[in-house]
């Protein structure tokens, strides 16, 4: 029930940031990937404020490893879906999903698109395999040394 809570709390602090920092509207998406024409610089701004806070996610989530690793075909097709639909609409998930409370039919068909892939992409492959997770030592106070 706390680890719901926690993801519930994160979702919402992460749909307000997209919210205050304007991330939900498309035309700020499409503006910062607008290079030769009127190129709005906000987005990476909004990024460069949150790579800090995810890569401190990162490191204090190494409880659970990625089950993969590797770059391979599926990865990269799933890439090149995400960033032809990011360039063509101006969405990405976090930013759908947010945009949802405005009510917009489009977003709503974009948001409907997006599921429907995901539960076809479930149905075509199969289940990744379980990788145990190995327990580490306990961290020192100064920062792993002593290990």
């Given amino acids: 029930m706390r680890a719901l ?3 519930a709390v994160c979702g919402l602090l992460f749909g307000l940031g997209l919210t205050v920092s304007s991330m939900i509207d498309p035309r700020k998406v499409l503006g910062f990937l607008d290079i030769a024409g009127d190129w709005d610089p906000s987005l ?3 990024m460069a404020g949150a790579i800090p806070v995810a890569a401190l996610g990162y490191v204090f989530s190494r409880r659970h490893p990625p089950i993969r690793t590797g770059i391979d075909r599926p990865l990269l097709l799933g ?3 995400f960033g032809i639909g990011w360039g063509l609409v ?3 998930p976090g930013p759908a999903l947010a945009s949802l409370t405005f009510g917009n039919p ?3 068909l974009f948001v409907a698109a997006m599921v429907l892939g995901m ?3 479930g149905l075509t492959t199969k289940a990744p395999r379980k990788v ?3 327990a580490e030592p306990p961290m020192s106070d100064f ?3 002593g290990r």
């Fill in 90 to 92: 101006g969405y990405c």
């Fill in 106 to 108: 489009k977003t709503l």
């Fill in 119 to 121: 539960l076809g992409r």
């Fill in 44 to 46: 990476m701004l909004v």
């Fill in 143 to 145: 920062g792993g040394i």
């Fill in 79 to 81: 890439a090149a879906l």
């Fill in 132 to 134: 145990p997770v190995v």
């Fill in 5 to 7: 809570f926690i993801a």
